[in-house]
């Protein structure tokens, strides 16, 4: 595709349930980076994938929280046991390699939202 | 967390005027970027500047950065309507990201 595609673009959801969010980089960008952004919030990192290197978990907030990425392309992020503070916008975004001159680009998004 | 503060936090103004927002950080960066995000979309990238510049242009966006203050500031000259959205700083460290909280900028017609 053209972007990077995020699915699904709106999600909610009862409080205790588990949910899964998917995640398509643009075709031959290595780099995936998967970012939360809360109600009038900037974007805080929560994870990153680097071709076969192991992932970058430092941003996950809590173990509820885990992603995987097939085969170097789409990646999910799920979320276990959902609570009302994960309701937030997850942002995907992908670059070419790993590389901060690298721009990022995004897709527009789950917004999220717990019951 | 979170890297620095952007100021305004939001900005009002007339088409064809310039908009002027600005951007602290708190760490040492290799570049610092900004980008555009219109509502209920994801991120654009809109203009990168090297830890080694002090300013850069592209269209009618100015970007300056300043090390020593650990600031940077973004100018869009001439603004329309279509300009209306929140604009982010992030500033890069290896590979990572670390964004402000954003200004918001509304252009009236």
């Known amino acids: 595709g053209a972007g990077v595609s995020q699915s699904p673009s709106n999600k909610v959801t009862e409080k205790g349930k588990d949910v899964e969010l998917r995640c398509d980089p643009i075709?031959?960008?290595?780099?995936l980076y998967w970012y939360r952004q809360s109600l009038g919030q900037g974007l805080e990192f929560l994870i990153y994938f680097q071709g076969n290197s192991a992932p970058d978990k430092s941003g996950l907030p809590s173990d509820r929280f885990s992603a995987e990425r097939t085969g170097g392309s789409v990646s999910t992020l799920t979320i276990q046991r959902t609570q009302q503070e994960d309701s937030a916008v997850y942002l995907c975004?992908?670059?070419?390699?790993?590389?901060?001159?690298?721009?990022?680009?995004f897709g527009d998004g789950t917004r999220l939202s717990i019951l | 967390s979170q890297q620095g503060e952007e100021d305004p936090q939001a900005l009002s103004i007339q088409e064809g005027e310039n908009a002027t927002m600005n951007c602290s950080y708190k760490t040492s960066i290799n570049n610092l970027q900004w980008y555009r995000q219109n509502s209920g979309r994801g991120l654009v990238h809109l203009i990168l500047i090297r830890s080694n510049e002090r300013e850069k242009h592209s269209g009618r966006l100015r970007v300056t950065l300043d090390t020593s203050k650990k600031s940077s500031s973004l100018l869009i000259t001439a603004s329309r309507a279509a300009d209306t959205a929140s604009y982010f700083c992030a500033g890069a460290g290896d590979y990572k990201l670390s964004f402000g909280a954003g200004t918001t900028v509304t252009v009236r017609a």
């Open positions: 075709s031959g960008h290595t780099a």
């Open positions: 975004a992908s670059s070419f390699y790993r590389d901060s001159n690298q721009p990022q680009h």
